[in-house]
């Protein structure tokens, strides 16, 4: 017997994009498959998608919500969830037809918390491979300050699965890096190990007017909070991750900063500021941290001398 596995898929207004993400759970391998589909407000006739898509599938559920954000979503799909796992899909993605079943089999078979494999980003006809730093065992421990390091693709809730008996928090109210304090949350959580599997199964998709992809200065400022929060949280419950959660800050402060100079009026210069006081606390213990990565080490040195250059250099390179 196929354990059931709940992929939940938040929607709002993607009607370019929803018919191959939906597409690409119906045609997986693994076929014991509860789909919830939150319908987060669309006003694109996404809604009715949606809709259809459940007329002609048992296995899909449909929920209409007013707009309240990706978080609101999946947290509805999660209380509504029957599966013994559940794995999150955002409605721009799609997945190998292999995908739900190479997951399954490897949490399974290696009595992980949670699986995960690599993934592309696909830009138009574009495609790149996200490269992990390791594939294989690891331990929670191991893995979340990998995640902090940036050296693991922690920092989003796709490209895995999770045991729903082990989802002890929801998802926070935040726009952007709510997914990085839902993993965080989750494995701090659990005792045991995650597994990361070489394939490339995710098809993350990249669109300029998403979230991650407009950068709207509301949405970095919740990108900072949102991994402040985190730090305070390792502060409070789960010390021995100070050191890492610091610098896990200080690089998303980095990258609040630099995203941010596009709004040059009072609002993207105040989040600026405040970044940049973050860095300064920070800065100088995590670039002598022998787990820092090179370019934040880079970083860190550079914003001794200029933030003009560091931004300068930052165009120059992404």
Not at 37 to 54: A, F, H, Q, R, T
Not at 122 to 143: L, M, P, Q
Not at 209 to 231: F, M, Q, V
Not at 271 to 299: G, I, P
Request: hydrophobic letters at 35%; charged letters at 25%.
């Amino acid at each position: 017997m196929q354990s059931l596995v709940t992929v939940i898929i938040p929607v709002y207004n993607n009607l370019k994009t929803l018919k191959k993400c939906v597409n690409s759970v119906l045609s997986q391998t693994y076929s014991n498959l509860e789909i919830i589909l939150v319908d987060d407000g669309s006003n694109d006739s996404s809604e009715n998608l949606c809709d259809k898509y459940m007329e002609a599938d048992s296995r899909i559920s449909v929920f209409h919500t007013a707009n309240e954000g990706v978080a609101s979503a999946r947290n509805l799909g999660i209380k509504e969830a029957k599966g013994k796992y559940i794995a999150f899909i955002d409605a721009d993605d799609h997945i190998d037809p292999e995908y739900i079943e190479k997951l399954v089999s490897e949490i399974e078979k290696e009595n992980c918390v949670m699986a995960m494999c690599n993934a592309y980003d696909v830009r138009e006809d574009d495609f790149s491979k996200r490269i992990f730093s390791k594939t294989g065992k690891c331990s929670v421990k191991e893995f979340l300050e990998d995640t902090f390091y940036c050296r693991a693709e922690g920092g989003t809730c796709w490209g895995k699965i999770y045991r729903t008996s082990d989802i002890k928090y929801l998802f926070r109210g935040y726009n952007y890096c709510e997914d990085a304090f839902f993993v965080v949350e989750y494995l701090l959580g659990c005792k045991g190990y995650v597994s990361i599997i070489p394939e490339y199964l995710y098809y993350y998709v990249r669109r300029e007017d998403s979230i991650t992809g407009a950068k709207k200065i509301p949405d970095l400022a919740d990108a900072l909070y949102a991994s402040e929060g985190i730090r305070d949280l390792c502060i409070d419950k789960f010390p021995k991750f100070t050191k890492s959660a610091n610098a896990f800050l200080v690089n998303n402060a980095f990258f609040v900063y630099l995203n941010s100079c596009h709004d040059q009026g009072p609002e993207g210069e105040g989040l600026r500021e405040k970044a940049a006081d973050v860095v300064r606390k920070y800065r100088l213990r995590t670039l002598l941290s022998h787990k820092t990565t090179f370019k934040t080490k880079m970083a860190c040195r550079i914003s001794f001398v200029s933030y003009g250059l560091l931004s300068y250099l930052y165009g120059r390179i992404c």
